[in-house]
């Protein structure tokens, strides 16, 4: 419900023009008068002195310690926009904003369009624009189509500040304030555009991707999203940019707010608590997400963005990379020696070693001569094959020698610099031109080029790295003009001190529009253009797999991620945590580290442990930097080697359970890897825990993250949790609290949940092709009442979708009154062959005096009265 309520709290109009020196009366009143840590910065854009301070209209007042709140700060009811009223339009309702007399900033915009749209009833959704002049929006890839709420089924009500202008969005169930922006002014110009918001609490996560814990840090805290070529470290802009958080309320709510701009951000946190928007550009486009818990406003979230896409089963095994295999006798040799020490191995990789002077769609005549021979090879074993697609296109060979870029010169298919030439940067194979794949004829060349490889070599996947986009030299080879797309009126806090710092000028042409409005959704572009337009046809029915660096909101429907350059210690293994689990927040389930580290070397315990974590990723993957000592599992000693084993024979055993996962997040947008909060919302222990997580609502992660460790803390939610794979140790009934549990070297402690159901499939085998003809099991967690539920989607694991058509297996499985019952719900024949070999059930009262399977007696099962666990061996029930 829309309640335009002109708020009588005595707005006064300053009276002054704010780039005017004169002083008024606001320093004899009470609005300066504020808390330190609810001042809102009047100076984010330059160091202001007290006169210059003052000569804006705001207050001044400084502290002794130089960091922390501004000593500039906006007073109460700073002049600015006015708001006249509502009108209704096609969408929702408009109104017009209008300001008297400019702000500091340069090119003000004083007029603004204001639009209001009710999407559902738990999404609304408010643009601010120039409705004189055309700037750039951002249009996704289209979404979930979303169903139009009724008026009185809205989770929120709005109410309206109308001078100066803000907005107040309420929870409506409890009157909580979700936002309310008139604590500080709009401001809105060319190049700078500014919106304040209060919190509703202080657990605020999202806002990535940066180097954080999975709860952000509100004290004076500055995150600035720009994607770079940048090894994860703190206080850094990274790879990718989500202009998305969720915020924790009390008693279990939650709610959501995305930004969707992809200009450069940054992004001020205050402990009010109060965030701010700063953009250098586009126009403000807010989504707020209701939930009300936090489940649904992830959903909300990947409503407007997409839903993830469904990775090929294959996928779901164990990756490894190297940049250092330098021949294909190399890369053999890694592969024979992993299935010789009886490691799974699904995909064998290369990183640029492949390319002949590391151009793309070339391979090394000499050391890789036999490349599609090798990947052949692989084939034959049930093994896949990926490399590595960087974008830049070498642009100094010879004409005639490189048809890749002599293509693309004439289908003009590369980015321009501002004076209409193709730009050039420098890149691995030297001085490098950029594809534009905003063009369609970009796309297209994309497609026709990796189908020449392809008939050639025939991968697998696609590993699109080096695309935020990375450049060696600042903007090109040429440098960069000075204009104000290179030289903003205010620059965030970026590396490197510029925009185009490590990547293109700002200036450059592309042909949606410059690089400077692109630059966040290169990595998006070519993603969308390696998934849609050239895996799905090259490859005609068979699932595509791409992997990108580079990322923005969207990109789960066409990529995975794995979240770069990590360093070999023990503090990247404990923020690889959150990183997975922010990523798994905007809508990227298939998300990973490299397990041991890229770059330095690890330590056979760090890697063991590593491993261990990673077996848990939803993506894994060993990759590992030239100049570093070798960890590939079979280099280590015989005890790290068995432990490594294990965990990685759990995972496989684990894939149809991890498949049914992926499933549920691109059908219904569940996460796949996810925080504790998000599962026990009300409880207050699980608000801030990312050292473990979750898969799904079932399986309870708690690795272990420090040296030399042997046991941990871990919490354990209220309620009954299994050992998952060490049935001597009995079912922790818990109370909702933390206990020691043994974590000796070659563990890492896996936990069900009661009232579940886990599919798994038994025997270790070494690639997903021979697991997947394996029997299956179950493992049953009873809850106190003897209840659990499964499920099970199944389907050949490779072909196009298969839900969409039909194409697949659907089977629940339900435990209660003494039987376990699996119902399919939808059979293809993909099961055909496949039975079901055993079954643990957890949580057994009493010994079973006997077990029916298809009413035959079952001789060969097993009880233990101290785990209350029994077990049901050599069955073959079909499923």
């Avoid at 999202?206 to 004290?219: A, K, P, Q, R, V």
């Avoid at 079973?848 to 009265?865: C, E, H, I, Q």
């Amino acid at each position: 419900m829309f309640v335009c309520r002109y708020v009588s709290c005595r707005h006064v109009m300053l009276g002054i023009h704010p780039e005017s020196s004169q002083e008024t009366d606001i320093y004899r009143g009470n609005k300066c008068t504020m808390p330190p840590e609810s001042r809102f910065d009047c100076a984010r854009d330059r160091v202001l002195s007290e006169r210059e301070c003052k000569e804006r209209g705001c207050c001044y007042a400084p502290l002794p310690d130089s960091a922390g709140p501004p000593w500039c700060f906006y007073p109460s009811l700073y002049p600015g926009y006015k708001m006249g009223p509502f009108t209704p339009t096609t969408r929702g309702q408009a109104a017009t904003l209008t300001r008297a007399n400019p702000s500091y900033l340069p090119r003000d915009i004083s007029t603004l369009s204001l639009e209001v749209t009710e999407e559902t009833a738990g999404c609304l959704h408010l643009t601010l624009k120039d409705p004189s002049s055309q700037r750039y929006e951002v249009k996704l890839p289209a979404g979930v189509p979303l169903s139009r709420a009724a008026t009185h089924d809205a989770l929120y009500t709005t109410e309206y500040q109308p001078d100066p202008f803000g907005f107040i969005v309420r929870r409506k169930s409890n009157g909580k304030v979700i936002m309310n922006t008139t604590v500080a002014p709009l401001l809105f110009a060319d190049q700078y555009l500014q919106l304040s918001t209060t919190l509703a609490s202080s657990l605020v996560s999202g806002l990535g991707e940066h180097y954080t814990s999975l709860l952000l840090d509100l004290n004076w805290t500055s995150l600035t999203l720009w994607n770079r070529d940048m090894a994860p470290h703190a206080d850094a802009n990274l790879y990718g940019s989500h202009p998305f958080y969720i915020v924790q309320e009390e008693d279990g709510l939650a709610h959501g707010v995305f930004l969707l701009n992809s200009n450069a951000i940054e992004v001020i946190l205050q402990p009010t608590p109060a965030l701010t928007w700063v953009s250098t550009g586009g126009v403000l486009d807010l989504y707020i997400f209701l939930g009300p818990d936090p489940q649904s406003v992830t959903r909300q979230y990947l409503q407007v963005i997409g839903y993830p896409m469904m990775p090929p089963y294959w996928s779901l095994g164990f990756h490894l990379c190297r940049w250092g295999y330098t021949t294909t006798n190399t890369t053999r040799r890694v592969a024979q020696r992993m299935h010789n020490a009886n490691f799974p191995l699904d995909v064998q990789w290369n990183d640029l070693d492949y390319a002949n002077k590391r151009r793309i769609f070339t391979f090394d005549p000499w050391r890789f001569g036999d490349l599609p021979e090798m990947v052949e090879q692989f084939h034959a074993r049930g093994m896949k094959y990926i490399l590595i697609l960087d974008p830049g296109i070498s642009s100094t060979s010879r004409p005639g020698t490189y048809p890749p870029f002599d293509d693309g010169l004439k289908r003009d298919v590369f980015i321009k610099n501002a004076t209409g030439h193709i730009l050039i940067g420098k890149v691995w194979p030297g001085p490098t031109a950029f594809p534009d794949f905003t063009n369609p004829e970009t796309r297209q060349w994309w497609e026709d080029w990796i189908r020449d490889f392809h008939s050639k070599v025939p991968v697998d996947g696609l590993w699109i790295d080096m695309n935020e986009p990375a450049s060696f030299v600042q903007g090109s080879v040429e440098g960069c003009p000075d204009s104000d797309l290179e030289n903003p009126p205010y620059t965030p806090r970026v590396v490197g001190g510029q925009l185009n710092s490590g990547t293109l000028c700002m200036s450059a042409q592309q042909k949606l529009s410059t690089h400077y409005n692109l630059h966040n959704m290169y990595g998006l572009t070519e993603a969308y253009a390696t998934y849609r337009l050239d895996h799905v046809q090259i490859r005609c029915t068979k699932r595509p797999f791409v992997l990108s660096r580079s990322s923005y909101p969207g990109i789960g429907r066409f990529s995975g991620v794995w979240t770069g350059d990590v360093r070999s210690d023990w503090e990247q293994l404990r923020y690889s945590i959150p990183a997975v689990l922010q990523f798994s927040l905007f809508g990227v389930p298939l998300v990973g580290a490299d397990i041991c580290g890229f770059g330095g070397n690890t330590t056979e315990e760090l890697c063991v442990r590593w491993m261990q974590l990673g077996a848990f990723y939803p993506f894994m993957r060993n990759h590992n930097d030239k100049p570093n000592a070798p960890q590939e599992p079979y280099v280590f000693g015989q005890r790290a080697q068995a432990a490594m084993q294990s965990a990685v024979n759990l995972r496989y055993s684990l894939l149809p359970f991890l498949y049914t996962l992926f499933h549920r997040a691109h059908t219904s947008a569940d996460t796949v890897a996810r925080p504790l909060f998000m599962e026990f919302p009300s409880d207050p222990n699980c608000q801030t825990i990312d050292q473990q997580f979750l898969w799904g609502s079932s399986l309870l992660i708690s690795p272990v993250l420090e040296q030399g460790a042997v046991e941990l803390a871990a919490y354990l939610p209220p309620g009954t949790w299994y050992s998952l794979h060490n049935v001597t140790i009995g079912s922790p009934q818990s109370k909702g609290q933390y206990l020691l549990l043994p974590a000796p070297l070659d563990t890492i402690n896996i936990h069900v949940r009661e009232g579940h159901i886990i599919p798994q499939q038994v025997g270790p085998a070494l690639t997903t092709t021979a697991s997947r003809r394996n029997a299956f099991s179950l493992t049953v967690a009873l809850s106190a009442v003897g209840w659990a539920w499964g499920d099970l989607f199944w389907d050949d694991g490779d072909s196009l979708d298969t839900y969409e058509l039909g194409n697949y297996c659907y089977i629940t499985f339900i435990a209660g009154q003494s039987q376990i019952v699996s119902d399919p719900l939808r059979l293809n024949g993909a099961l055909d062959g496949l039975v079901l070999g055993g079954l643990r059930v957890f949580g057994v009262p009493s010994p079973p005096r006997y077990v029916l399977a298809n009413g035959d007696k079952v001789r060969d099962f097993t009880y233990r009265s101290d785990t209350k666990v029994s077990s049901v061996f050599t069955v073959q029930w079909a499923l």
